[in-house]
């Protein structure tokens, strides 16, 4: 099967896997500072290729960055949050803007990396409910409980909203579908807002693996979830704790962020080496 190179050679290798190239049990772990809240991970690609971390420690918001590639995840650099004075709900990393995207007490918050400051607030729930985001390559969606608000990526400008008829505990989000995650059902929606899947599927956090492919985390069930657009294709039981998921593409590591303790635990792909 290794003799038709030429046609999956266009292919990134990372389209090409899925759960058969995993095993069950993590590959290592890292420890975890003990007495940290973590807040979620965000992978951040090259150039810069780190994973971000954000905990919460004497009520200071931390957002750590960590080598992605190697294996002691070596911590880059710490940067103390200090012009945000509540926990970090959620917040992801947005390549086009090259900021991190920051949902804390009701407000989005772009944060630049570089200039280690944050570049806009906007109030998106002013009842300060727990609110989710995701981004595409031209939308920013953010979720307070049950109701999806868009916004243009660069004006941060409101486009439009949708009630959601349950509470979302996480959203992923790209130009093709939005997914929306609840502790009892898991629904996709294509570009207009349109519900086009519902499986009855718990989770608690979600990120997508490759095109094709994401990854669900369920803290309350202990489990992991491998789910396509039309099927659940496998379910990884006794993970204690899953709390926040990212993949590095680059070398198709799966980092999981768990809890007590608090730790990641990191698949690699089976025999990556052996198809170099």
Not at 198 to 213: E, M, Q, V, Y
Request: glycine fraction near 2%.
């Amino acid at each position: 099967h290794k003799l038709n190179m030429a046609s999956s050679d266009e292919i990134p290798k990372h389209e090409q896997l899925d759960q058969s190239n995993y095993e069950t049990h993590e590959t290592f772990s890292i420890l975890l500072e003990p007495s940290s809240i973590y807040c979620g991970m965000a992978y951040l690609p090259l150039p810069l290729n780190e994973l971000a971390l954000i905990y919460t420690h004497n009520d200071k918001n931390i957002l750590e960055l960590r080598q992605a590639e190697n294996n002691n995840f070596d911590i880059i650099r710490s940067v103390e949050l200090s012009d945000i004075s509540f926990p970090v709900d959620d917040f992801v990393w947005c390549s086009q803007r090259n900021e991190f995207l920051l949902m804390s007490n009701g407000q989005l918050v772009t944060y630049n990396l570089e200039k280690e400051q944050i570049t806009n607030t906007l109030v998106v729930d002013k009842d300060k409910n727990k609110c989710r985001i995701a981004c595409n390559s031209t939308l920013i969606a953010c979720v307070d409980s049950r109701t999806l608000k868009l916004y243009e990526l660069y004006t941060l400008k409101f486009l439009r909203q949708k009630r959601l008829d349950h509470v979302c505990e996480d959203i992923e989000f790209d130009d093709q579908h939005f997914i929306s995650t609840h502790t009892g059902k898991l629904e996709v929606l294509d570009r207009t807002l349109f519900s086009i899947r519902r499986f009855a599927i718990g989770g608690t956090s979600i990120c997508r693996f490759n095109t094709k492919l994401w990854l669900i985390a369920d803290s309350f069930d202990d489990r992991l979830l491998w789910q396509s657009l039309d099927k659940l294709l496998l379910t990884v039981s006794h993970m204690h704790q899953p709390k926040s998921i990212a993949v590095i593409p680059t070398i198709s590591r799966i980092v999981i962020q768990s809890n007590d303790p608090n730790r990641l635990l990191i698949y690699d792909p089976i025999n990556i080496d052996s198809c170099k």
